[in-house]
């Protein structure tokens, strides 16, 4: 990516432009370069911060999402933040409900693109041909629409990151951790806006999530990407953006 880490106080993150403050999260195997379209796109209207969430280094004894979430939480306070909007992929959408219902007095609206938090269908309890890269690069292309999003690049980051045994025994924890962390009956808690901008092709967190995750939030809005997976942001990004953009004027710019 062509913005700089910044590492202060045990936390890591990039931040870009001025204004309403976004706060993005990526996914459980996701990174920053997730989401450089989204960066790109509002970095000149909006204040632009993306933390890198501590799956690798957090106690693995209470690793799981409500750790995650209290990260979050102490990252926010550090950066004297408040009322932001959260935008979350797959795991990181789950932690951004779970953030939400313990303090949503720090969030002025939410996007869930891909959300855990009801149902997925990851990886599952283990990586049995991890050290197989064709099995790796077949479970990769699974995330997407089309293959060929899944480049070179991404494939041999998860690979790498799948035979690291220290990394892949984190990311199954963390894994499980999201599968036994069902929100259904906290989410009606959750009253600020809320857009889902979702996958009609997501083989890891089906349609019918994301139509039960709009009918169980109050005030949610529901937007299909077509010829799309699981990271609409980084498969389809200007559909994205423009759901997002819309979105964002709704209820920031009124």
């Not at 202060?8 to 195997?29: D, P, Q, R, S």
């Not at 962390?181 to 092709?201: C, R």
């Not at 949610?220 to 953006?241: D, R, T, Y």
């Amino acid at each position: 990516m062509s913005y700089p880490i910044i590492e202060e106080e045990g936390f890591k993150y990039i931040e870009a432009g001025k204004g309403e403050t976004l706060v993005l999260l990526h996914g459980l195997m996701g990174a920053l370069s997730n989401w450089e379209p989204v960066i790109e796109r509002f970095k000149d209207r909006y204040h632009v911060v993306v933390p890198i969430l501590p799956i690798y280094e957090l106690p693995i004894l209470t690793l799981g999402v409500k750790a995650l979430s209290r990260y979050v939480h102490r990252f926010l306070k550090f950066k004297n933040f408040s009322q932001v909007v959260l935008i979350g992929n797959s795991l990181g959408g789950h932690v951004g409900l779970v953030f939400t219902v313990a303090h949503q007095e720090f969030v002025k609206a939410l996007v869930l693109t891909g959300s855990s938090g009801l149902y997925e269908n990851a990886f599952g309890g283990s990586f049995p041909k991890r050290e197989n890269y064709e099995y790796i690069k077949e479970k990769v292309e699974f995330t997407f629409y089309d293959p060929a999003t899944a480049t070179k690049e991404l494939v041999d980051d998860v690979f790498k990151t799948v035979n690291d045994r220290s990394r892949v025994i984190r990311i199954l924890t963390m894994a499980k951790s999201a599968i036994r962390h069902n929100m259904s009956k906290e989410l009606s808690k959750i009253t600020i806006p809320i857009s889902l901008i979702w996958g009609a092709n997501d083989r890891v967190t089906p349609p019918e999530v994301a139509t039960e995750f709009h009918h169980l939030l109050p005030n949610s809005e529901l937007n299909w990407v077509e010829k799309c997976g699981h990271a609409p942001m980084m498969e389809q990004p200007e559909i994205f953006n423009n759901y997002l953009e819309k979105f964002l004027e709704r209820i920031l710019l009124k």
